[in-house]
């Protein structure tokens, strides 16, 4: 038995050291401890077991980390299931969901022709499904999956496109460039049956692998098939969004695996607290003082209900609410106090901990109200607020990624919307691996421009917003004042300010038109100054000129004056 015990102390301590995870741990060495129980004398069950679970190999130097597909469902489905029926677990992936996509995502080309492009993909109904209201279900099993796989089915005459998601579990395999690993060629797709793989019913295909192209993919030959005989789906592009793992893995990972496990742990001890208290339920008041077995007895005769399985009538009721209760002797009747009587679910916090820690999201999501007095709808702690601001900027990403893509697409087809616009595809070759680029230019006056804008993540203070705009198109009333001399402009930064969604559409109803103010133009503003330095100096003689008349009066002499008639007569 000591042989047994060394074995799984040894696997234990190698899963450690190769730094699997909690979950791996566990179901490695309850493996072990069923073979244990199978056969506590055969040793060749455990070591057998010890080399099934393929753990050894992520201990070793140059350690391949590619988790076999079948392991990588049975954490998926882990991870999904607990986002069904774990609170926690569900808490943290909803308050991303909601903080990234609750107030939903702009996307705004220059040229009207691209936003026409854009329009017709991401507002289509069924593409809408997908990528347009369903995006907060994209973040949503993002999550829970680590990977999405969009898969653009292509109409090559008019450069349109249809969107879909492949199921995680039928992308069997990702199959790289030998000369980097970071670059995807083809993803392997094994449908189940009933499962349509490219848009047409076709039995046949039920069941049989087919390679999706990468969506950056564009070799210069393009073979139908490869050397098994797997056909290659040319006209569909997949892009794979994969978080959770490590840059060397081909799949991602669920972004809450390391919190499962603590999770389950923290929700096992509130359910024993609970059934705790249902058992304390049921002792609700204590009777003391009876006199021997006879008052007990009596007292259980006045108590016991006399519902049986055959007599649903009751004819000894409990008393009502409030009711009295008369003894007579010593008998004393009290409550039976709980309090302090077993450990609180609070001292579990620390478990709770663990999940907000793998998480990355603050304990005070989770419904701890006391360390969370300053998480307000106006303030969030800098590390969440620039997480959620990364994750936007990875959808940002994404979205931008599609965007060039259905320019392109648009511009190659004969029909396409671009292609009839003037807009011109230039067909290179990469110097490095001979793949082909593909080169837009648009028309003169036109633009490949397109902003894609997230609201922010915090709700201001409406009032902070406005004083803040008012303050950057007046600058506090100093000389510098119309920087921003548009009023059409400053008018949509104002309904923005307010909370407007459609100030957009606002700014071209009531100004069609710019509208300049406080602007002045450099030379008029020089003409402005000379004319004023003008004025200044006319003022300037003008005040000399009457200085001199007053001087040359003062200096004239002051005329005698004339004597009295009296004193000549005299």
Same mark, same amino acid.
């Given at each position: 038995m000591h042989i047994l015990r060394d074995i799984r102390d040894r696997s234990i301590g190698a899963l450690v050291g190769a730094q699997v995870g909690a979950e791996a741990l566990i179901d490695h060495a309850n493996a072990l401890e069923e073979a244990n129980i199978r056969s506590q004398e055969n040793l060749a069950d455990l070591i057998l077991a010890e080399d099934d679970a393929g753990w050894n190999e992520y201990g070793a130097s140059g350690a391949n980390w590619q988790f076999p597909r079948s392991t990588l469902r049975?954490?998926?489905?882990?991870?999904?299931?607990?986002?069904?029926?774990?609170?926690?677990?569900?808490?943290?992936?909803? =308050?991303?969901?909601?903080?990234?996509?609750?107030? *939903?995502?702009?996307?705004?080309?220059?040229?009207?022709?691209?936003?026409?492009?854009?329009?017709?993909?991401?507002?289509?109904?069924?593409?809408?499904?997908?990528?347009?209201?369903?995006?907060?279900?994209?973040?949503?099993?993002?999550?829970?999956?680590?990977?999405?796989?969009l898969v653009f089915h292509l109409n090559k005459v008019n450069g349109t496109a249809r969107v879909r998601v492949i199921p995680v579990d039928q992308v069997t395999d990702i199959i790289c460039n030998p000369d980097d690993a970071m670059e995807p060629w083809y993803y392997s797709r094994v449908a189940e049956t009933g499962v349509d793989l490219d848009g047409v019913v076709n039995d046949k295909q039920f069941g049989s692998t087919v390679l999706y192209p990468d969506i950056d993919y564009n070799p210069k030959v393009k073979p139908s098939s490869n050397?098994?005989?797997?056909?290659?789906?040319?006209?569909?592009?997949?892009?794979?969004?994969?978080?959770?793992?490590?840059?060397?893995?081909?799949?991602?990972?669920?972004?809450?695996?390391?919190?499962?496990?603590?999770?389950?742990?923290?929700?096992?001890?509130?359910?024993?607290?609970?059934?705790?208290?249902?058992?304390?339920?049921?002792?609700?008041?204590?009777?003391?003082?009876?006199?021997?077995?006879?008052?007990?007895?009596?007292?259980?005769?006045?108590?016991?209900?006399?519902?049986?399985?055959?007599?649903? *009538?009751?004819?000894?009721?409990?008393?009502?609410?409030?009711?009295?209760?008369?003894?007579?002797? *010593?008998?004393?009747?009290?409550?039976?106090?709980?309090?302090?009587?077993?450990?609180?679910?609070?001292?579990?916090?620390?478990?709770?901990?663990?999940?907000?820690?793998?998480?990355?999201?603050?304990?005070?999501?989770?419904?701890?109200?006391?360390?969370?007095?300053?998480?307000?709808?106006?303030?969030?702690?800098?590390?969440?607020e620039l997480k959620m601001v990364s994750r936007q900027l990875m959808w940002k990403n994404v979205i931008s990624h599609i965007c060039r893509k259905l320019i392109e697409w648009s511009t190659l087809a004969p029909m396409g919307v671009l292609r009839q616009a003037n807009f011109r595809a230039t067909i290179g070759r990469d110097i490095f691996d001979g793949t082909?680029?593909?080169?837009?230019?648009?028309?003169?006056?036109?633009?490949?421009?397109?902003? @894609?804008?997230?609201?922010?993540?915090?709700?201001?203070? @409406?009032?902070?917003? =406005?004083?803040?705009?008012?303050?950057?198109?007046?600058?506090?009333?100093?000389?510098?004042?119309?920087?921003?001399?548009?009023?059409?402009?400053?008018?949509?930064?104002?309904?923005e300010a307010l909370g407007k969604r459609d100030a957009e559409a606002l700014m071209e109803k009531f100004y069609p038109e710019p509208v300049t103010q406080g602007f002045i133009d450099p030379a008029q503003k020089a003409e402005d100054d000379h004319l004023t330095a003008l004025g200044r100096k006319a003022l300037g003689d003008a005040a000399i000129k009457q200085a001199d008349v007053a001087k040359t009066n003062a200096e004239k002499p002051t005329p005698k004056p004339v004597a009295a008639a009296s004193a000549v007569n005299k």
């Open positions: 049975k954490i998926t489905a882990r991870s999904r299931l607990m986002y069904l029926v774990n609170p926690l677990i569900r808490r943290a992936v909803t =308050v991303q969901e909601l903080y990234v996509w609750g107030s *939903g995502v702009e996307i705004k080309a220059e040229d009207k022709n691209v936003g026409q492009v854009l329009a017709d993909f991401f507002f289509h109904p069924k593409n809408q499904r997908i990528v347009g209201e369903a995006w907060p279900e994209r973040e949503r099993e993002q999550r829970i999956d680590g990977n999405t796989f050397k098994d005989g797997a056909k290659i789906m040319w006209d569909t592009r997949v892009l794979h969004i994969r978080t959770g793992g490590l840059a060397q893995m081909k799949f991602g990972m669920p972004e809450l695996y390391s919190t499962l496990n603590w999770a389950t742990a923290y929700k096992g001890i509130l359910e024993n607290f609970a059934t705790i208290l249902k058992a304390y339920s049921r002792m609700a008041m204590k009777m003391s003082g009876l006199t021997g077995k006879k008052g007990i007895a009596a007292a259980k005769s006045k108590l016991n209900t006399k519902i049986t399985s055959g007599n649903y *009538g009751d004819s000894n009721p409990p008393t009502n609410t409030a009711g009295w209760m008369m003894l007579s002797g *010593g008998v004393d009747v009290q409550a039976i106090k709980t309090a302090g009587s077993t450990t609180g679910p609070d001292e579990a916090r620390a478990l709770r901990s663990m999940v907000a820690a793998g998480s990355d999201t603050p304990e005070h999501f989770f419904g701890d109200s006391d360390i969370g007095n300053f998480a307000t709808s106006t303030t969030l702690d800098r590390p969440t082909r680029d593909v080169i837009i230019t648009p028309p003169s006056g036109g633009s490949l421009s397109v902003e @894609v804008a997230f609201p922010t993540i915090l709700d201001r203070d @409406v009032t902070d917003r =406005v004083r803040a705009v008012v303050q950057a198109a007046t600058l506090g009333g100093s000389p510098a004042e119309g920087i921003i001399p548009d009023r059409k402009y400053l008018f949509k930064l104002l309904m």
